[in-house]
């Protein structure tokens, strides 16, 4: 966990500063973080007060700036899913890796090399976090309804192995839907 006087991040510094990825964390993170997806029956409309966009090349987020990611429309209902929301940017390709020093050095270097921090996207597709050794002894796993055969098989195995305690079940949806 990273932390600052009163601003707790579920994070490590090492996991903040990222190989090409700076993780923002926000003052209200406690409560944003992660929470219950918010179905609704028109997403624009409901973010249009928590945006505003002046040009095409300028969006400002009201807010934390993640409240936008827990809006779904109302035909996924059925999915109660619960979300975790992080705010990344773009950062150095060199991570911090334990030299406050140097990592401001290699910070420098790359902010001197041209990065625009407001329109440069981070290029990974996901970010890991670690996990408290019990934050999966309780969870609900529902493999989906167009899982291959054998789904169902291996989660269990793996259940076993890094989530004893675990539950998994079959959507209920399996048998119900085609793919496409």
Not at 65 to 93: D, H, T
Not at 171 to 176: F, M, P, V
Request: include cysteine; charged fraction near 20%.
């Amino acid at each position: 966990m990273f932390q600052f006087i009163e601003l707790e991040a579920p994070f490590s510094l090492k996991e903040m500063l990222g190989q090409n990825i700076t993780l923002i964390p926000t003052v209200q993170m406690k409560n944003t973080f992660g929470k219950p997806v918010r179905y609704v029956p028109d997403v624009i409309k409901a973010i249009k007060g928590l945006t505003k966009a002046n040009n095409p090349d300028e969006l400002t987020l009201f807010g934390e700036g993640n409240e936008i990611a827990f809006f779904k429309s109302n035909a996924w209902a059925f999915q109660q899913e619960y979300r975790f929301v992080l705010i990344a940017s773009p950062g150095p390709a060199t991570p911090f890796l334990g030299d406050p020093l140097a990592y401001i050095e290699s910070r420098r270097a790359w902010q001197r090399s041209g990065i625009n921090l407001l329109t440069d996207i981070p290029n990974c597709l996901h970010i890991d976090l670690e996990l408290d050794h019990n934050a999966l002894m309780c969870a609900e796993i529902l493999v989906g309804p167009l899982a291959p055969p054998g789904t169902i098989e291996i989660v269990e195995s793996l259940v076993a192995r890094f989530a004893a305690g675990a539950t998994v079940r079959l959507s209920s949806l399996s048998g119900a839907i085609r793919p496409k």
